[in-house]
């Protein structure tokens, strides 16, 4: 599947980019955990609030014992480093 990308430099900028969404615009959300500003957990988090129906896909290299009570309100977790092809079939499992 061929899918369009939307980048963010940080939690903050990608929170922004959401709240200017038009309805069918994103259609999920892959953060890592650790970002400046605003990091994934906190960005999930006001996603979750204001658009419950959004799912996510949290990543990071510090393994999920440490942020395995968030991971769990998400839709999908990846370990870095990973394979391209686990974080596409990751993506088809969630939009199907």
Same mark, same amino acid.
């Given at each position: 599947m061929d899918y369009g990308v939307a980048s963010a430099q940080d939690g903050s900028v990608a929170w922004d980019m959401l709240n200017g969404y038009q309805s069918g615009q994103f259609a999920?959300?892959?953060?890592?955990?650790? !970002? =400046?500003?605003?990091?994934?957990?906190?960005?999930?988090?006001?996603?979750?609030?204001?658009?419950?129906? !959004? =799912?996510i896909i949290l990543m990071t290299g510090y393994g999920i014992e440490k942020v395995k009570q968030d991971v769990e309100k998400a839709e999908g977790f990846l370990a870095k480093p990973f394979e391209l092809s686990v974080l596409n079939e990751l993506v088809e499992k969630i939009l199907s």
């Open positions: 999920l959300v892959i953060t890592d955990i650790n !970002m =400046p500003n605003m990091g994934g957990i906190e960005l999930s988090r006001l996603i979750k609030d204001k658009y419950p129906d !959004m =799912p």
